[in-house]
Nanobody, 121 residues
Framework: QVHLVESGGGSVQAGGSLRLSCVAS????????MGWYRQAPGKPREKVAG???????NYADSVKGRFTISRDNAKNTVYLQMNSLKPEDTAVYYC???????????????WGKGTLVTVSS
């Protein structure tokens, strides 16, 4: 069984910063891509940033230049550094990992339960 647990969410004023963390645990054989998604009230879930096992990154246009995704493979952890936060960044942020567990031959996606980020103007 695999668990992804996010932390670091909270309330901040516009222009502020937060750092999200997500730790993957369980019977993990290998973690491939990891990423962060968010869902604002009344809106569909959207991808914010992704990072491959080799460190290649990609970002949504709305966060480019403000957010930075990174990972520590030794700790099975992915981070999202969020700077210059805006009220429109308010959402529940979810961690995603594409990984393979020890008991199964195929990769699949796993999700955390989310952490709330609230940015006030």
């Amino acid at each position: 069984q695999v668990h992804l647990v996010e932390s670091g969410g909270g309330s901040v004023q516009a222009g502020g910063s937060l750092r999200l963390s997500c730790v993957a645990s369980g019977s993990i054989f290998v973690i491939n891509a990891m990423g962060w998604y968010r869902q604002a009230p009344g809106k569909p879930r959207e991808k914010v940033a992704g990072i491959t096992s080799g460190g290649s990154t990609n970002y949504a246009d709305s966060v480019k230049g403000r957010f930075t995704i990174s990972r520590d493979n030794a700790k099975n952890t992915v981070y999202l550094q969020m700077n210059s936060l805006k009220p429109e960044d308010t959402a529940v942020y979810y961690c995603n990992a594409n990984l393979r567990v020890l008991s199964l031959p195929n990769d699949r996606a796993y999700w955390g339960k989310g952490t709330l980020v609230t940015v006030s103007s």
